[in-house]
């Protein structure tokens, strides 16, 4: 029963789309940089990252897109919730998409992490 729920969840989610012409006429070329200066601090490292990154506009819609569909995700499982449609603990991440994201951008699968 709940993984019929998060399929629905989950389609519902994705069924959702975010305006996309909108966000690309904001940007008039084709790629964006921005300065990273003082956003970090590191600790015990040989070298520290680059100070800014240079993204296009298919890097950024594709980030826009994973984020605003894990916000409909997170929507949907709240409202699930709510009706008692999910049992048990619920913890949500809502606010916290571009975090996931950001991770998900930086690290490949060859990369070891823990949280």
């Known amino acids: 029963f709940a993984s019929s729920l998060a399929r629905t969840a989950a389609r519902r989610a994705a069924t959702a789309t975010p305006m996309r012409l909108g966000a690309l006429r904001a940007?008039?070329?084709?790629?964006?940089?921005?300065?990273?200066?003082?956003?970090f601090e590191t600790y015990?490292?040989?070298?520290?990252?680059?100070?800014?990154?240079e993204m296009t506009k298919e890097e950024l819609m594709k980030h826009f897109e994973l984020m605003y569909?894990?916000?409909?995700?997170?929507?949907?499982?709240d409202n699930e919730y709510k009706a008692k449609n999910i049992r048990g603990f619920c913890h949500?991440?809502?606010?916290?998409?571009?975090?996931?994201?950001?991770?998900?951008?930086?690290?490949?699968?060859?990369?070891?992490?823990i949280t």
């Open 69 to 77: 569909t894990m916000r409909r995700m997170e929507i949907t499982c």
């Open 92 to 113: 949500l991440y809502d606010g916290q998409e571009a975090v996931a994201t950001g991770i998900n951008a930086a690290f490949d699968r060859a990369d070891d992490w």
């Open 27 to 39: 940007m008039s070329s084709e790629t964006a940089t921005f300065d990273l200066t003082g956003s």
């Open 44 to 53: 015990n490292l040989e070298t520290a990252p680059e100070n800014s990154i």
